[in-house]
């Protein structure tokens, strides 16, 4: 079985964020047993399955996403991955639509090589930050501003510091961060100066699925992109994940939908002896 590794939302090499990328010759997937073992031994923050459909399905693929640790609802980084290997490889052309747990999700590539995708755009519910969220603060070490829930595909907390050294130095308790009862904690912060090429920072911590930093999270935009559009006044805005790795994703929000675009690399082409 060919399996790939896909550095995403960068345009270089060992930056962004990395997936495992297995396109199966099947017409279903493998038991979930098998899928969860195959994502721990790459063990990186997803790798993708994929399955083409039968001409006339509701999609052209089949696609599920699993951590280290287990099957994930949504996940734009291996998204964008899977429709890097499909154009490149040839096995895809144009939009490319995929059936997954968070409904039907597309992916374009343009002229330039960048990729965008089509996701639901997250629903944001405000939370008391004086009662709901003390311990996350405690647990981050840093002053929330404002804190909010995200659904429905994403169970994370969206949680606003005071600027972008905040979100750069933060260095959680990640065992305490594990314990709020949702799948990760996006903290975020408008960018010190938009000229440098974005317009809001973030980090993404996610223990209880085992991944302790994200390096560039595409589902957290999908909160972000509507977050940061209601303050800044605009509907198109890029963002930096500010991880160790680090990467630009290019949001647009659309209503309903939010469009999350970004470019790809391959740095791993091999085979699957197991």
Same mark, same amino acid.
Request: aromatic fraction near 6%; charge should be negative.
């Given at each position: ?5 896909? %550095?995403?939302?960068? %345009? ?8 495992? !990328?297995?396109?199966?010759?099947? %017409? ?6 098998? &899928? ?5 031994? !790459? ?14 399905? /509701? ?7 699993? =951590? +280290?640790?287990? /099957? ?12 890097? !290997?499909?154009?490149? *490889? ?9 059936? *997954? ?6 992916? =374009?590539?343009? %002229? ?8 639901? =755009? ?10 709901? !969220? ?30 972008? *050294? ?48 994200? +390096? ?55 085979? &699957?002896?197991?």
């Amino acid at each position: 079985m060919r399996i790939r590794i896909v %550095d995403a939302f960068t %345009d270089r090499p060992f930056a962004g964020n990395p997936a495992g !990328v297995l396109l199966l010759d099947t %017409d279903a997937f493998p038991d979930d047993d098998r &899928l969860q073992r195959i994502a721990s031994e !790459v063990n990186l923050s997803e790798t993708a399955f994929a399955h083409p459909l039968p001409e006339g399905a /509701e999609a052209d693929w089949a696609l599920r996403w699993f =951590t +280290p640790a287990t /099957e994930a609802p949504m996940c734009g980084h291996a998204t964008l991955a899977t429709a890097h !290997v499909l154009r490149t *490889t040839g096995a895809a052309r144009g939009t490319i639509r995929f059936t *997954t747990l968070s409904g039907v999700l597309s992916a =374009t590539a343009e %002229d330039s090589g960048m990729i965008t995708l089509d996701f639901p =755009t997250a629903e944001l519910a405000t939370l008391d930050v004086s009662q709901g !969220v003390a311990g996350v603060a405690d647990a981050l070490g840093a002053r929330i501003l404002s804190a909010h829930h995200t659904s429905p595909y994403i169970d994370d907390l969206l949680l606003e510091v005071a600027d972008e *050294t905040a979100v750069r130095t933060l260095s959680p308790d990640l065992a305490a961060l594990a314990r709020t009862g949702h799948r990760g904690c996006i903290v975020t912060a408008a960018a010190e100066d938009p000229a440098r090429g974005y317009d809001f920072v973030s980090r993404v911590f996610a223990p209880a699925v085992g991944i302790d930093e994200d +390096p560039v999270t595409g589902s957290a935009h999908t909160a972000l992109a509507p977050f940061w559009s209601a303050r800044l006044g605009r509907a198109d805005l890029t963002g930096l994940q500010a991880s160790a790795r680090g990467g630009l994703v290019r949001t647009a929000l659309r209503g309903d939908r939010t469009l999350l675009t970004g470019a790809a690399v391959t740095v791993v082409d091999g085979e &699957l002896l197991a």
